[in-house]
């Protein structure tokens, strides 16, 4: 099973992983401890790309066989790792200036991913505290071109360095518009995985009847729970709002949710409206001024809050399995207490 996951996903559903000790030869061993070590593979192509040796392509492929058949035959999607040319072809594809000059900007970005590694680690061992029988993913830093951020391959998780260079990277100016750069920081990286890696386990049970409500707490469902086990001080930090995004949001909260009722959104199935509240745009029309986008996983994340406090004793795990979103907005007493 596949799947490749953008970071700037607008209303999509993922799936996924589970890990340890690097799969070089196909087998998979525990991680000790779910202390997470990145490996490094990106630094690993660069000295290909640089070296263009026989030896260092064996390497790539004989001792990290899964991630560099993703790389080339679905990030980059340049041929098999069985063609017989693939290696002049992967060596000539980086060999463009621009990833010249992004292989080298990247090494230099993120000389070691210590603060990554130290997030990755804590995280999941809340959250193997929450789900005693979950599977930690092994998790590999690479270079996608500037494609997905995340990806997310049967047992792995592959983190893009390319796509968390920061807003003010200047080769971002070229491919990306203002509001886009602004969730491609370093500090996007660990939030990020831990909201695919948990769509992935608990996906969107999509069906005809899916409606606004339930893409709202669904995506708020995942945020909330990052949000708690990241430690962010409000469901604003985690989506990577603005302080003045985030109060916003605050201030409008019952007018927002008053509009969404009154406009008979809230059970819509329509996608244009539901992409409306759920993509990540610059900003959106509402009430008369410039909303923030993703203000329906804002508001979603607030209902779930709302939920969790008339029941404190739910556990993390039982709330992710959760999925009549109509039944906990009733039970939530959303913005009535």
């Given at each position: 099973m596949k799947l490749r996951i953008s970071l700037l996903f607008g209303i999509m559903c993922l799936c996924l992983l589970f890990a340890s000790c690097w799969p070089g030869t196909g087998n998979e061993s525990t991680q000790k401890k779910e202390e997470i070590s990145v490996l490094r593979y990106d630094k690993l192509l660069s000295e290909y790309v640089r070296s263009n040796s026989f030896s260092a392509m064996q390497k790539l492929i004989m001792d990290y066989p899964q991630p560099t058949k993703i790389l080339i035959e679905d990030v980059l999607a340049i041929g098999t790792v069985k063609d017989d040319t693939i290696s002049q072809r992967l060596q000539k594809f980086y060999s463009d200036t621009t990833l010249t000059r992004l292989l080298r900007d990247v090494q230099t970005k993120f000389p070691n991913l210590d603060v990554v590694e130290d997030g990755l680690s804590k995280g999941f061992r809340k959250l193997k505290k929450e789900?005693?029988?979950?599977?930690?993913?092994?998790?590999?830093s690479?270079?996608?071109?500037?494609?997905?951020?995340?990806?997310?391959?049967?047992?792995?998780?592959?983190?893009?360095?390319?796509?968390?260079?920061?807003?003010?990277?200047?080769?971002?100016?070229?491919?990306?518009?203002?509001?886009?750069?602004?969730?491609?920081?370093?500090?996007?990286?660990?939030?990020?995985?831990?909201?695919f890696y948990l769509f992935s386990q608990y996906g969107m049970n999509y069906h005809d009847g899916t409606s606004l409500i339930d893409w709202m707490m669904h995506s708020g469902k995942i945020n909330y729970v990052v949000q708690n086990l990241l430690g962010y001080a409000d469901a604003g930090a985690m989506i990577g709002y603005s302080e003045a995004e985030t109060k916003w949001c605050e201030v409008h909260e019952k007018e927002i949710w008053k509009y969404i009722q009154d406009s008979g959104h809230l059970y819509a199935r329509d996608p244009m409206v539901i992409r409306f509240y759920m993509k990540?745009?610059?900003?959106?029309?509402?009430?008369?001024?410039?909303?923030?986008?993703?203000?329906?996983?804002?508001?979603?994340?607030?209902?779930?809050?709302?939920?969790?406090?008339?029941?404190?004793?739910?556990?993390?795990?039982?709330?992710?399995?959760?999925?009549?979103?109509?039944?906990?907005?009733?039970?939530?007493?959303?913005?009535?207490s």
């Open positions: 789900i005693p029988g979950m599977q930690v993913p092994f998790i590999y690479q270079v996608s071109a500037f494609n997905e951020s995340i990806i997310l391959v049967d047992t792995l998780l592959g983190i893009s360095l390319d796509k968390y260079m920061g807003e003010d990277y200047p080769l971002y100016k070229r491919f990306y518009y203002d509001y886009q750069c602004r969730s491609m920081r370093p500090e996007r990286i660990v939030p990020d995985c831990f909201v990540p745009a610059p900003s959106v029309e509402l009430l008369g001024e410039q909303a923030p986008g993703l203000v329906g996983t804002w508001i979603g994340t607030k209902i779930i809050a709302s939920y969790m406090k008339k029941h404190k004793k739910l556990k993390i795990q039982d709330l992710l399995e959760m999925t009549d979103y109509s039944q906990m907005l009733e039970e939530s007493n959303y913005l009535h």
